[in-house]
């Protein structure tokens, strides 16, 4: 169900027709007004079950339209609550899919050569995001993921050759090991992503309830 900002409901999406039974959401990335990436599980799912991911895409005019990438990350952890974690950058027109289930972390996007609709990329091995094993050498899984647009690093690929400050993915892993992994799109049309942090300040901050700012008469705090 979609709400405004004063929490009146303006619209609801049913389950996708292609799916069967009940079902409970276990990932959401919101991609445009009428367009969103869900996963989903059934309510009476097995320990073997991966989630579905679903592309629903709509319009004021028009019934929703669901295609289905079932579980591109291709999940195993059976031991593990079934979740999903999208991010969509939107000047490359793509979305990270990560799956707690998973080793690999996959890519859901357009090509800047043909923008008709998003498709799993497939990328060479040497260019995968994938969870590193543990010490026992058994697999460890994603626990949650962020990203930096903040690099200000060259990324050397050789003694001759280097790619503008990248994109930086932090995915953290079951077995608490924080690991980066650069964002790399060569495509000449992509638009460069990153730029250079910015400094915070207070100036302007609202304060807590109760608090005298500092230079008045007191400096003092009361309880709500």
């Not at 972390?105 to 990329?121: A, P």
């Not at 626990?143 to 953290?172: H, T």
Request: aromatic letters at 10%; proline letters at 9%; a negative charge.
């Amino acid at each position: 169900a979609q709400y405004d900002q004063a929490l009146v409901k303006k619209k609801e999406w049913t389950c996708p027709d292609l799916l069967s039974g009940p079902q409970k959401v276990v990932g959401v990335c919101w991609l445009s007004t009428f367009s969103f990436m869900v996963a989903y599980l059934p309510h009476d799912a097995e320990s073997s079950d991966q989630p579905t991911v679903v592309m629903i895409t709509g319009s004021k005019e028009s019934p929703p339209r669901y295609t289905s990438y079932e579980d591109p990350c291709y999940g195993g952890g059976e031991d593990r609550e079934k979740k999903y974690f999208f991010h969509y950058i939107p000047g490359w027109e793509m979305i990270s899919a990560i799956s707690s289930t998973a080793v690999e972390i996959v890519v859901l996007g357009k090509h800047m050569d043909n923008k008709d609709q998003v498709e799993r990329w497939n990328l060479e091995d040497s260019a995968r995001a994938e969870i590193p094993l543990k010490s026992d050498h058994s697999e460890a899984y994603s626990m949650g993921v962020a990203f930096d647009f903040s690099s200000q690093v060259s990324l050397p690929l050789s003694d001759e050759r280097s790619l503008p400050p990248c994109p930086i993915m932090l995915v953290l892993s079951s077995d608490g090991i924080l690991i980066p992994f650069y964002m790399v799109y060569t495509h000449p049309e992509a638009q460069p992503l990153t730029k250079p942090p910015e400094t915070l300040t207070a100036e302007g901050a609202r304060q807590p309830s109760g608090v005298v700012p500092t230079g008045g008469s007191q400096n003092q705090t009361s309880q709500p």
